[in-house]
C-alpha cells in the first residue's frame, strides 16, 4: 500500500463514517472496512472501476465531483478523503469546499510538483518531468492542475479551511529534511483539514 494511505488510515478512527472521493477500485476503502470497520461509500467515475468495487462489496456511487457535491447533506461523513485526485479534477477548490461541509475532517493528499526532482527535471531539461510520482507526459496526462505545499496551504488559508495535521512522503536520503522544508523535500503531501470554526 503506498504510504500516504497508510497515514490516511491510521488518521480513521474505527466505526468512522467515510466516503472516499475517487475510490477508484475500492480496495482502499474495503482495507477500511475490513482494518478499521469503517461505514464507506465510494464517489467514482470510471465505469471499470465501479464494477472492480461493486465485486469487493464496496458501496459505490458513479458521480462527477466537478459536477458538485451538493447531494450531500452537511456533517454526513466523519472524514471524506481525496488521495492522488486533487491534481486531475477541473475545480478543486470547490470539492475542497463540499469535503469539508460534508465532512467533520478531510484527508487529502497530492504529488507535490515543488519537490526537488521535479525542479531539477525541468531547470536542466527544458521538460515536463516524468517519474513515479508523476508517470504521464505533459500530453497525455490526467494531471490538470499540479501544485505545491505552499499552493495548497494558500488556497486552505484563501478557503477558511484549518489544516489539522500533514505528513509528507519523501526519498530516503531526504527524510530529515521533509518535515522543515516540505514544498522542496516532500513528493507526496497528506493534510487533514476541516472547516475552521465560525467567529
Not at 525541468?122 to 510520482?133: I, K, T, Y
Not at 484549518?162 to 516540505?182: H, N
Request: aromatic residues 10%.
Amino acid at each position: 500500500m503506498r504510504y500516504d494511505l497508510t497515514q490516511v488510515e491510521a488518521w480513521i478512527t474505527e466505526g468512522s463514517r467515510v466516503l472516499d472521493l475517487g475510490c477508484g477500485d475500492g480496495s482502499f476503502l474495503d482495507r477500511l472496512q475490513r482494518t478499521r470497520r469503517v461505514r464507506g461509500l465510494g464517489l467514482e467515475l470510471d465505469p471499470q472501476n465501479l464494477i472492480a468495487a461493486t465485486r469487493l462489496g464496496v458501496d459505490i456511487v458513479q458521480q462527477d465531483m466537478d459536477q458538485g457535491l451538493s447531494n450531500f447533506p452537511d456533517n454526513s461523513f466523519d472524514i471524506v478523503v481525496l488521495a492522488h485526485a486533487l491534481q486531475v479534477l477541473n475545480r478543486p477548490d470547490q470539492v475542497l469546499r463540499d469535503m469539508v461541509r460534508i465532512g467533520n475532517e478531510a484527508v487529502v493528499t497530492f504529488p507535490n510538483f515543488g519537490h526537488w526532482r521535479c525542479r531539477l527535471h525541468l531547470g536542466l531539461q527544458g521538460r515536463m518531468p516524468v517519474s513515479e510520482v508523476l508517470p504521464y507526459r505533459w500530453f497525455d496526462t490526467p494531471n490538470i492542475h499540479f501544485c505545491t505545499v505552499r499552493d495548497f496551504e494558500a488556497l486552505c488559508h484563501e478557503l477558511n479551511i484549518e489544516i489539522i495535521d500533514r505528513d509528507m512522503v519523501s526519498g530516503t536520503a531526504t527524510q530529515l529534511f521533509k518535515q522543515w522544508f516540505p514544498n522542496l523535500f516532500a513528493s507526496t503531501a497528506i493534510y487533514r483539514i476541516r472547516a475552521c470554526a465560525a467567529s
